[in-house]
Nanobody, 114 residues
């Protein structure tokens, strides 16, 4: 079972990026999924979560700027990030429930320059 995150990169403050997280290698669907991030020297923190039915929850720091969404047919979750700030810099990880087990994907680096 694998969660593959992609879409990170370098962007200027105020810019946008979209991250993708695709699951593969399992006969089970991707159920609830979440994006976490970890800035240098900080603990990993929850950014956004989405249930299979589409209910969402966001960290206060990203509300109104980030949108988590999903395509169940593709077992893929997305994170649209707008109005990026330097403090959004970090490694972004996806975390997903596949067959009632939670898996981590490898992170993708997002760097926001001021």
């Amino acid at each position: 079972v694998q969660l593959q995150a992609s879409g990170g990169g370098l962007v200027q403050a105020g810019g946008s990026l979209t991250l993708s997280c695709a699951s593969s290698g399992s006969t089970f669907n991707l159920n609830a999924a979440a994006w976490y991030r970890q800035a240098p020297g900080n603990q990993r923190e929850l950014v956004a979560l989405i249930t299979r039915g589409g209910s969402t929850n966001y960290a206060d720091s990203v509300k109104s700027r980030f949108t988590i969404s999903r395509d169940n047919a593709k077992n893929t979750v997305y994170l649209q990030m707008n109005s990026l700030k330097p403090e959004d810099t970090g490694v972004y990880y996806c975390n997903g429930d596949i067959g009632s087990m939670w898996y981590w994907g490898k992170g993708t680096l997002v760097t926001v320059s001021s």
